[in-house]
């Protein structure tokens, strides 16, 4: 079973920063897109930003500017950086990411456990 272990949120005050990492497993078969999504209270989960086996970024209007996503393929591991946090940024924060395990060979999204960040205003 495939398991990303995340780690990094907490609580800040506004205008303060947190930096997210995920980490997929070292025994996998490859790694490609992964991505930051996020859940608000009350409110579907939302797309936040996704980066390519490239490096090629994207990112939600709500978050481009203050949040940057990174990764680091030898450590299978990406990161979202956010800064200039406001209290709307509150929410559970999940990485995703397309994996293909060694066994079996089969391409699928894979989700971490989700952590919470709380912007205090």
């Known amino acids: 079973q495939v398991q990303l272990v995340e780690s990094g949120g907490g609580l800040v005050q506004a205008g303060g920063s947190l930096r997210l990492s995920c980490a997929a497993p070292?025994?996998?078969?490859?790694?490609?897109?992964m991505a930051w999504y996020r859940q608000a209270p009350g409110k579907q989960r939302e797309w936040v930003a996704s980066?390519?086996?490239?490096?090629?970024?994207n990112y939600a209007d709500s978050v481009s500017g203050r949040f940057t996503i990174s990764r680091d393929n030898a450590k299978k591991t990406e990161y979202l950086q956010m800064n200039s946090l406001k209290p709307e940024d509150t929410a559970v924060y999940y990485c995703?990411?397309?994996?293909?395990?060694?066994?079996?060979?089969?391409?699928?999204?894979?989700w971490g456990q989700g952590t919470q960040v709380t912007v205090s205003s």
């Open positions: 070292g025994s996998i078969f490859s790694l490609k897109a």
């Open positions: 995703n990411a397309r994996i293909t395990p060694i066994y079996p060979r089969v391409t699928a999204d894979y």
């Open positions: 980066i390519t086996r490239d490096g090629g970024t």
